[in-house]
């Protein structure tokens, strides 16, 4: 790869006499280009796949610390349930998907991350356009002017709808199968390679004379 800069050298008449230039090898700088390139498209890819994207806020008022800039991801605006650059990308416009019964704990747990100096994270619901509720977990990290004051926070957010799903679902089987353990009048437990209880049901606590949490982690 090269680029090339010229000019025509001319007389008094405007007679083009020759041309005059310079040529520079950019290669390396095309090759360290495409590298580049390649990374973000990993990159990109790696998001799409693990529904994380990352945003940004430059912070221009203390007082008011996401009312920035703010500025997403291509995979933000999927999560939130818009194509990419569909919308201007706003503070009001994240609040308004933000689930109504969370925007409270979301701009208290920023406040409280300006406050205390420390990284942001929280858990909430957002609503997206069409109505379909997603489960998001946000992490920020808060950069401070020499003075303390905050002047860019870098975040990033993940969709973790289906694995709170998959968590509740296999809750409720433990809960459910520890009924059914707890009315079955037979004595049934577990125990580990040395010997230790780590299951047992009400039966067999009643049958050894202890409460179901004090048999935890004893031998018979």
């Known amino acids: 790869w090269v680029t090339s800069h010229g000019e025509a050298l001319r007389d008094a008449a405007g007679t083009i006499l020759g041309l005059r230039g310079t040529t520079q090898d950019i290669t390396e700088r095309k090759q360290a280009e495409e590298v580049v390139r390649r990374s973000q498209a990993a990159l990109a890819q790696a998001g799409f796949m693990a529904h994380l994207g990352a945003w940004e806020i430059e912070v221009r008022d203390a007082d008011e610390p996401a009312a920035g800039p ?9 999560i939130f349930g818009y194509a990419p650059g569909e919308v201007e990308v706003t503070n009001e416009l994240f609040f308004e998907r933000v689930h109504p019964d969370d925007r409270e704990c979301v701009a208290r747990g920023l406040q409280q991350a300006i406050a205390e100096k420390r990284p942001y994270q929280v858990e909430h619901r957002i609503v997206r356009p ?5 489960v ?22 993940q969709d973790i709808t289906e694995q709170r799903e998959t968590e509740l679902a296999l809750a409720a089987e ?47």
């Open 70 to 78: 703010l500025r997403w991801s291509d995979e933000v605006y999927r």
């Open 130 to 134: 069409d109505g379909t509720e997603r």
């Open 136 to 157: 998001v977990l946000e992490h920020a990290e808060i950069n401070f002017s020499p003075e303390g004051r905050p002047i860019r926070i870098l975040g990033a957010v």
């Open 174 to 220: 433990r809960n459910l199968l520890r009924t059914l353990l707890d009315h079955l009048p037979d004595l049934v437990f577990t125990k580990d390679l040395g010997g230790r209880f780590v299951l047992n049901n009400a039966s067999a606590a009643r049958f050894l004379g202890f409460s179901e949490s004090e048999m935890a982690g004893k031998t018979a």
